[in-house]
Structures are given as C-alpha cells and as structure tokens.
C-alpha cells in the first residue's frame, strides 16, 4: 500500500510504484529509509489498534473461548448472544492509521469504506 499508493501514516501523496516504473523502485537511500519506516510506523499503529480492540472485548472473548471449549462449535445466534452479554464494543467506523488530533475535519468528509478521507480537510486556527 505504501508503495503503490503512497499511504504512508502521515498520509502523504508520494506514490513510490507505479504501473509505468513497472515494478522497480528507482529511489536513493533516503527515499529507502522513509518507506521502511513509514512502513514500520503503519505496521505499529494497526498493531496498537488491534491490541486496543483485543483488550477491550477480552472479557466477551474470554466467554466466546469458554463456550467453544465446552461445546466445540458456536452458531451466529450464540456468538451475537454471547458477545452483547459480555459487553463486546465494536468498531463504528474503520479506524484511522494516521492522527488528525491538531486539526478540524470538515463535516463533509467521508471514508467512502475505505479509510481515507474524501474532501477537503478544514485546519483549525491551530495548525499542526
């Protein structure tokens, strides 16, 4: 993703790869370093996020896993049950792998399903 479609965490629009470099990167060392750790940095904050979500539906997870030990299978009926008895949070919307905590987005604005945003970002008085 970093690579063809420049979605680095900070989300800049470099683009590394494209169909018309075939599939070569042409790039300096430095270039090199920043996908790495623009990479890195993606791989981390997803990895935070699932953590995060783990952590927040353990206990529905620990009463999933309790009830699969018991009986070996789980319909969709039991799942649903036993995930909103046990306080399970689900996520409203994807989750976003870049910060935008320093500035406003405008009301407009949509992930059309698929996390990045659509529109024109409104900056508070603030900035970065």
Request: proline content about 3%.
């Amino acid at each position: 993703m970093v690579l063809e479609y420049g979605w680095g965490p900070d989300d800049s629009p470099m683009v590394y790869l494209t169909r018309i470099s075939g599939e070569s990167l042409d790039t300096g060392k430095d270039h090199v370093y920043e996908l790495e750790a623009n990479i890195k940095k993606l791989f981390n904050t997803a990895c935070d996020k699932a953590a995060e979500i783990l952590q927040k539906n353990h206990k529905a997870l620990v009463a999933l896993l309790e009830h699969l030990l018991e009986y070996d299978v789980v319909t969709k009926q039991e799942m649903s049950r036993i995930l909103e008895e046990n306080g399970a949070v689900q996520e409203s919307e994807p989750f976003m792998l870049i910060s935008y905590k320093n500035h406003e987005l405008a009301a407009d604005m949509s992930t059309n399903g698929t996390g990045r945003f659509s529109g024109t970002p409104q900056f508070s008085a603030s900035g970065f």
